[in-house]
């Protein structure tokens, strides 16, 4: 029995990054072998042990044949007989089929270590294009190592291009499109993933709202970059710039989707936008299966961005009602996330992003004003039912009209 560190472990130190977990292959065992030395069984669809100290992941060697159509088609082999070679050569990349020895000698027989160097996601073998997943996966990984300046190899493409086009991408089920788009959101450069999609064609099929955004014009006044799909990335890219939680991110993404909608003899101009980008929202939201919270807070953006922007201009009863639709009172955090969406919109512009963001501060401190807002008892003197509700809400008013009164003149630009 040879045991052998695999994957992102090696991957990550050899580019000198933290490796945050460990993955071991086993080879030459069966799963009594391990569980005679204590391993416990985890896998489901083939041989996984947890180490009985350290508990990390051991996997017997083991080969894939595809034998249906999607990315569950598979068909697993293990057994003592299964090579290392065999075991690396199932892997998607070349950078995550390196092994190691317990000594630290590098096992690489598919030239990750040459691909690491020279910065370029390329596949194993041809196998790549039985499984689906394995588009989306190099798109995650394609977001994860933008800023290293990785690219993926031409072969490689060429590979996802015919996957697209002989449909196999549309075997993919939701739940593991949005697992796997999720983990995107969360890497330094989320836009690269949905870029790496739309170079091979997925993204029509994967996400058909956003693709429709390309080649959509805004006005260059308020858009230097003019493209709305060039747009939704750059708001992507801010947001993770600026380290703002998933579900910001997921907002930012969708927060533009009826720009696709408008009527061709108003463009560049897109009134009405922001309302008939909440059913494509909840569309995308129910076929990925989106989490409700992600799903509230891209709603949320959607409907009220522009108001957000405006926010100098509202007038204090319009301000509150803004509060009011966005539960912002009862959903502080929530409310902050709405503004982070709405600040990498307005910075995820050419040209723009350093401009100062006021409306920002302005509605938090016009919201916290509001919030505090109690009744005492001689207030409540006399007042019954409705009467309450009208009385706090007139205080608030008051309190957001003396934060506008505050503001004046600090919101400019």
Not at 11 to 27: I, K, N, T
Not at 48 to 61: R, S
Not at 228 to 249: D, E, N, Q
Not at 300 to 325: D, N, S
Request: charged share 30%; proline share 6%; glycine share 8%.
């Amino acid at each position: 029995m040879e045991v052998y560190l695999v994957g992102g472990a090696v991957r990550d130190r050899l580019l000198g990054l933290p490796v945050h977990e460990r993955d071991w292959v086993v080879v030459g065992a069966r799963p009594e072998d391990l569980e005679r030395q204590g391993y416990v069984s985890v896998g489901k669809e083939f041989p996984v042990f947890l180490h009985p100290e350290t508990k990390e992941e051991h996997a017997l060697a083991r080969m894939e044949r595809k034998v249906a159509p999607g990315y569950r088609g598979f068909t697993t082999q293990f057994s003592p007989d299964v090579t290392l070679e065999e075991d690396l050569k199932r892997r998607d990349l070349t950078i995550n089929a390196i092994a190691e020895k317990p000594s630290g000698e590098l096992i690489d027989p598919y030239g990750g270590q040459r691909d690491l160097q020279a910065r370029v996601l390329r596949h194993v073998s041809e196998a790549f294009v039985e499984d689906p997943v394995r588009i989306l996966r190099l798109a995650r990984f394609a977001a994860r190592f933008a800023d290293l300046g990785f690219k993926v190899a031409d072969e490689t493409m060429s590979l996802m291009k015919h996957m697209v086009a002989s449909g196999e991408v549309n075997a993919l089920v939701p739940e593991r499109v949005w697992q796997e788009t999720e983990r995107a959101l969360g890497e330094s450069r989320p836009d690269a993933f949905f870029q790496t999609l739309r170079d091979c064609g997925a993204l029509a099929v994967i996400f058909p709202e956003i693709d429709a955004l390309y080649g959509v014009p805004q006005p260059p006044k308020w858009h230097p970059e003019v493209d709305t799909g060039v747009h939704v990335m750059l708001v992507v890219r801010y947001a993770a710039k600026i380290g703002a939680p998933t579900s910001v991110r997921f907002a930012a993404l969708t927060h533009d989707l009826g720009k696709a909608l408008t009527p061709q003899e108003i463009l560049p101009s897109h009134r009405g936008h922001e309302e008939a980008g909440v059913p494509l929202v909840e569309a995308l939201s129910e076929r990925l299966r989106v989490p409700n919270g992600f799903r509230e807070l891209a709603v949320l953006a959607a409907r009220h961005h522009a108001v957000v922007h405006r926010a100098a201009e509202l007038r204090p009863e319009t301000m509150l009602k803004l509060f009011e639709k966005t539960d912002a009172f009862r959903r502080p955090e929530r409310f902050n996330e709405l503004l982070l969406v709405c600040e990498s919109d307005a910075r995820g512009r050419t040209g723009l992003e350093n401009n100062p963001y006021p409306q920002a501060a302005y509605l938090r401190r016009a919201r916290d004003a509001a919030a505090v807002i109690q009744l005492s008892e001689e207030d409540r003197a006399g007042l019954k039912g409705a009467e309450i509700g009208e009385k706090i809400r007139a205080l608030r008013l008051a309190a957001v009209t003396a934060v506008k009164k505050e503001f004046a003149g600090k919101l400019a630009g």
